[in-house]
């Protein structure tokens, strides 16, 4: 076998990714540069190391299980403006989490919750921190396929195992009695060890409606709101204004 094809084999054994896709590359690099035995042993595992690192991270962000990948870096503060550029900076610095605080997003639909939601759950799970992102409807089925399915069971550990937990869509579709005292008792684990990120269209006012129950809606409102940062979010739909059209 030819030297480079059993360095391929070898990189390939030992999982090292960088080495097996660039072995030819590297070679040819250090004879062009003339680098270091040193320089170049410390170049291929730093390379390693950064690629390692950087599947484990996209591994996060998949794991998190965001629909779709939203950027800070794109809100527009100015066609939103109850939020503001100065206040998602604080929250970047991430000791909201740390504390245990809960993020409120409340608003019609297309002002932006679920786009400021992922986006900080985006930066959080850069951060390092453990992120799972569900809506409403899918954490009803969650909580109550989870004695049944495996998945759901997972589903449930790692919810229950995040540093911030996203629940979006809260208020678009009614929940029963039951699904209701499930929810509560989430809440009541979830606010003494975990973050969370709640984006209801519907004011609180509204919540005993939703929920059916108005001890219980101030039950879970009162776990919720106990340390919350609430964004009451008016103004335009951003799919209305940017509508896009075919003709
Ligand atoms: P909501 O969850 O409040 O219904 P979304 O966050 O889903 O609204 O926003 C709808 C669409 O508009 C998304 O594609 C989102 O990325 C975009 N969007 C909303 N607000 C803004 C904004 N201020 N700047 C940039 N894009 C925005
Ligand atoms: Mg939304």
Redesign the pocket.
């Known amino acids: 076998m030819e030297k480079l094809e059993q360095i391929h084999e070898y990189a390939k054994n030992l999982n090292l990714n960088y080495l097996k896709i660039n072995a030819y590359k590297i070679i040819e690099d250090a004879d062009l540069k003339n680098i270091s035995y040193q320089d170049f042993l410390l170049s291929v595992l730093e390379n390693e190391i950064a690629l390692k690192n950087k599947k484990a991270q996209e591994k996060r962000i998949k794991d998190a299980g965001f629909p779709?990948i939203?950027r800070i870096e794109?809100?527009?503060?100015n066609?939103?403006k109850s939020v503001t550029q100065k206040q998602i900076n604080r929250l970047l610095e991430m000791e909201w989490i740390d504390r245990m605080y809960n993020l409120i997003?409340l608003?019609?639909?297309?002002?932006?919750?679920?786009?400021?939601?992922?986006s900080l759950g985006y930066k959080a799970v850069e951060a390092g921190y453990k992120v799972s992102f569900t809506t409403m409807d899918k954490l009803m089925h969650t909580l109550k396929t989870q004695e049944i399915s495996r998945r759901s069971k997972g589903k449930m550990n790692r919810i229950l195992s995040s540093s911030l937990v996203i629940i979006?869509?809260l208020g678009y579709l009614p929940i029963s009695r039951d699904e209701a005292n499930m929810f509560f008792e989430l809440v009541s684990v979830l606010h003494e060890q975990a973050s969370m990120i709640i984006?209801p269209?519907k004011g609180f006012e509204d919540w005993s409606e939703l929920m059916g129950d108005p001890a219980l809606t101030t039950a879970i409102l009162d776990r919720i709101s106990y340390r919350c940062e609430l964004f009451n979010?008016n103004g335009k739909?951003?799919?209305l204004e940017?509508r896009k059209s075919l003709f």
């Open positions: 779709v939203k794109d809100f527009d503060f066609f939103q997003f608003g019609p639909p297309g002002v932006g919750k679920t786009h400021l939601a992922i979006d869509e984006t269209n979010m739909s951003y799919r940017h």
